[in-house]
């Protein structure tokens, strides 16, 4: 009796403590998850109900119900879940919906209104259309001019990003909490945002009311050429527009909606093109602004081409494309380039593109252009890994941009871009080297003698040293290398260049790749307890250096730490804890790289004025 009367409490006990983590558990679940408030509601009265159940005295023919009665609660509690799943919504162009409707404005297409934010010092014109929407038999073809509208077009929603897999609400939240350490617990966000092939669609900020003349920035989104959507806040474009600046960004066709290719596609082109598409819709963009971006105050003969990551990359094609010419003046590139012999990522040539065009074809089953039309862009999305490269297509490049600028062919007057000090940290989170497979990694990305080069410049002898080096390695790699070669040959074409090292630590990111964009942009939040008053001030002079470069191409100003245009790449400019110049990094492995292409030198002077002539040479003949 005894026992009997001690395990009777404990069991008491037991249940309530088990059915408390359910209850926290599924808080957690339905606002990582983004549910809606039935769920709340519902989840609060089974947990309730349950209680109630268990804490009455319940007669023999309950017993049996009690016996799995937690088996009915989590069956119930999944159907709550399913109930309340958050609904697929358009992202507002200013949360909680601004503070008015703007006059109405007249564009090529018809008449518009937007959203002014809530301080009353900027315009939002979401949803833009710049092109047909690309699906059915436009489905893998050029884009096409927008269509007029009748009516007033109620710009105050952003249009669905670009069709791409997508992952749980739950997933995203995750990421936030764990990879920004950022998460903010509301009822507004109970939502999905829309994925579409229909998506090309541009946003436009502003300085409120009349204005005229203003320095347009037309920025790319980043994502590997495979994600992404181009409203997000760390690059929206409230700051700079506060500052005098109209801002533009763009969806465009991603993975294997933008970049796949194939003969029969190439065939059926009027102008021959393929694999290109996404690169393309940019172009369309582009074009579209400098018809109408008067009519927001901008000024079309000065714009600045901007871009992170992907969206980097993609500038950085930009500048050699032949059908981009005069439609910007200058560039900002974050984070990536296409402009190293040969691309570290975003980029392949022809012949591999039309190779996984034909191995896509064949996973489908799909003889014809046509049946692979007919394929719901949701299974084709599941090819998005296969088709995320810019190609030489013979039409938006006529070759790569390291060929061009070695011919002295560029569209850009001025640059602006550089990387940060931990490029590589969410690349090699799941692959970090370790003592046991460090020689191996690098043995299997280099081939002889420039692995044991590699090696003998990071002798690693711990772990912590494997890791370490194999992270600057592969940031030197895929990331810094690319913008080497870029200095170099702004330097050769006499371009003003200003390079950049971002080495700013903080509770989010930090100096992870994309970790700059919230500084540059000017979006850190007032009160977020991710940054301190160091942050924002950095935030203060990088946006600075930013407008002025937008304004004029020289980021230099009043009461800021001068900028030296680049002449060599043997220093650049660090943002972090100190605002100023400092030795470039990596530039050992940078040499070695060189060695691998058969490059010179970029710091010797006489290599330099012996391309120089080579190169005015082979322009003559």
């Not at 392949?348 to 014809?368: N, V, Y």
């Not at 084709?380 to 013979?394: I, K, N, R």
């Not at 850190?524 to 301190?532: G, Q």
């Not at 790289?593 to 030198?601: A, V």
């Amino acid at each position: 009796m005894k026992r009997s009367r001690e395990k009777g409490p404990a069991r008491g006990a037991a249940w309530r403590v088990f059915l408390i983590l359910t209850a926290l558990i599924l808080g957690a679940v339905l606002e990582l998850g983004r549910h809606t408030l039935i769920g709340w509601i519902l989840g609060a009265a089974a947990i309730a109900a349950f209680a109630v159940f268990r804490v009455r005295r319940a007669g023999a023919a309950c017993r049996g119900v009690r016996a799995c009665s937690w088996l009915i609660l989590l069956a119930v509690l999944a159907g709550i879940l399913a109930l309340s799943w958050p609904p697929v919504r358009a992202v507002p162009a200013v949360e909680g919906g601004g503070s008015g409707v703007t006059e109405p404005i007249r564009i090529a297409q018809g008449e518009l209104t937007g959203v002014v934010t809530d301080d009353g010092a900027v315009e939002v014109y979401a949803g833009v259309p710049y092109a047909q929407a690309p699906v059915g038999d436009l489905r893998w073809r050029e884009p096409q001019p927008a269509e007029p509208w009748d009516g007033v077009l109620a710009a105050d929603r952003f249009a669905p990003m670009s069709m791409q897999k997508t992952n749980l609400p739950i997933y995203d939240s995750l990421v936030r909490l764990i990879g920004y350490h950022e998460f903010t617990v509301s009822l507004r966000d109970n939502y999905r945002p829309p994925v579409s092939e229909d998506s090309l669609y541009l946003n436009i900020w502003k300085p409120a009311g009349d204005v005229s003349g203003c320095p347009v920035l037309v920025y790319v989104h980043g994502g590997s050429l495979q994600t992404g959507q181009p409203w997000y806040k760390d690059y929206g474009g409230q700051a700079l527009a506060r500052d005098g600046v109209v801002v533009v960004n763009m969806g465009y066709r991603l993975g294997v909606f933008g970049f796949f290719a194939s003969e029969e596609l190439a065939a059926e082109s009027p102008v021959g093109t393929t694999g290109n598409y996404g690169l393309l819709d940019q172009i369309e963009a582009l074009k579209w602004v400098r018809d109408n971006i008067a009519a927001f105050g901008g000024d079309p003969g000065n714009v600045t081409l901007a871009g992170e990551s992907a969206g980097s990359a993609c500038v950085s094609a930009l500048c050699t494309s032949p059908l981009a010419r005069g439609l910007f003046r200058r560039v900002v590139g974050e984070s990536s380039t296409v402009t190293a012999p040969e691309p570290a990522h975003s980029f392949r040539r022809m012949e591999s593109a039309l190779q996984a065009g034909r191995e896509t074809m064949l996973r489908f089953g799909a003889a014809s252009a046509a049946d692979l039309r007919a394929v719901p862009a949701e299974k084709l999305a599941g090819e998005m890994a296969v088709h995320h490269h810019l190609t030489v297509d013979g039409y938006a490049l006529t070759e790569t941009p390291w060929e061009s600028y070695a011919r002295g062919v560029h569209n850009e007057e001025a640059q602006l871009h550089g990387y940060n000090s931990r490029e590589s940290a969410p690349f090699i989170l799941f692959s970090q080297a370790s003592m046991k497979n460090y020689e191996s990694k690098v043995r299997a990305a280099f081939d002889e003698p420039y692995a044991s080069r590699v090696l003998e410049l990071y002798p690693a002898s711990t772990d912590a040293e494997a890791r370490a080096f194999w992270a600057e390695i592969y940031s030197a790699v895929l990331f810094s290398y690319g913008h080497w070669c870029w200095e170099r040959q702004a330097l050769a074409e006499n371009i003003p260049t200003y390079v950049y090292y971002f080495t700013k630590t903080n509770r989010s990111l930090g100096p992870w790749h994309s970790g700059e964009m919230i500084y540059l942009y000017g979006n850190i939040p007032d009160r977020s307890p991710l940054y301190d008053e160091a942050d924002r001030e950095l935030s203060r002079v990088m946006r600075s250096y930013y407008r002025n470069f937008i304004f004029t191409g020289d980021p230099n100003g009043e009461g800021l730490p001068a900028w030296e245009k680049s002449s060599g790449g043997r220093t650049v400019m660090e943002f972090g804890d100190a605002v100023r110049p400092t030795d470039a990094p990596y530039q050992e492995m940078h040499r070695i790289l060189d060695e691998m292409y058969g490059l010179s030198d970029p710091g010797d002077e006489e290599s330099r004025d012996r391309e120089g002539k080579e190169k005015k040479h082979e322009a003559a003949v």
